[in-house]
């Protein structure tokens, strides 16, 4: 089973998600928070595999319990979905810097979000193709950054995971990457394997961050 812990300062939000995912049979709710700080305490006490995280609340927003709950010390650290909506895309590149896993737009189908937890449960990043798109658009808008050397972890990749890494900055999913570069999915799997491990990261969503700031991709590529 996977508990799930719902967060949004909106009570109605919080019971229609949670029924629609109490009713799926590998999905339970152990708890519920109306701000931010209640969900850092909750989850500190309840333990749940997924949090799913509204931006906008009270007292705390969801992006700094993010940023707390994610820099708890220990490998039992919640996975956190954001939930999010068009007019929070200056939030998007944080949260993602802070570590969430995935990004859902809120009024996306009920499957994708029953999808969506179960991805980030199984340890996937899930980035909405809507969301990829602005969030590389609002890369684009940046002014190109200076000239600087190239981190020495990135050498630690070979040139096609290089290569793969680039493609993960660009939004491509795995069946996509796969598609481009002529090579099974699995071995696309296998490549993201190896790139997070070499770079210390979480998941594919800190891989875009890091691939954009340290300019192996640069805006509008």
């Given amino acids: ?43 500190r006490r309840l333990d749940p595999d997924v949090v799913l995280m509204d931006v906008r609340m009270p007292v705390m927003d969801g992006l700094e319990a993010t940023r707390r709950l994610l820099a708890d010390p220990g490998a ?26 995935g990004f859902l737009l809120k009024d996306a189908p009920g499957a994708d979000l029953v999808q969506a937890v179960r991805v980030v449960a199984a340890g996937e990043a899930l980035l909405a193709p809507s969301v990829t798109r602005r969030l590389i658009a609002e890369f684009t808008a940046r002014p190109a950054p200076r000239e600087r050397p190239r981190p020495t ?4 990749l070979t040139a096609r995971e290089t290569e793969v890494l680039r493609l993960i900055a660009r939004g ?43 300019g192996l991709i640069s805006p509008g590529e």
């Fill in 172 to 214: 491509r999913s795995n069946t996509e990457i796969a598609a481009e570069l002529v090579v099974a999915e699995q071995t696309v799997k296998t490549h993201v394997g190896r790139i997070l491990g070499k770079l210390g990261l979480r998941d594919r969503a800190q891989a875009v961050v890091l691939a954009y700031e340290t």
């Fill in 1 to 43: 089973m996977i508990k799930l812990l719902i967060a949004d300062d909106q009570a109605m939000v919080r019971e229609g998600f949670g029924a629609l995912l109490a009713a799926q049979p590998d999905l339970v709710v152990v708890g519920s928070a109306a701000n931010g700080e209640q969900a850092v305490t909750e989850t």
């Fill in 76 to 101: 039992d650290r919640p996975k956190v979905l954001i939930l999010t909506t068009f007019d929070l895309d200056d939030y998007v590149f944080e949260a993602l810097r802070a570590g969430a896993s």
């Fill in 153 to 156: 972890a990135l050498n630690a």
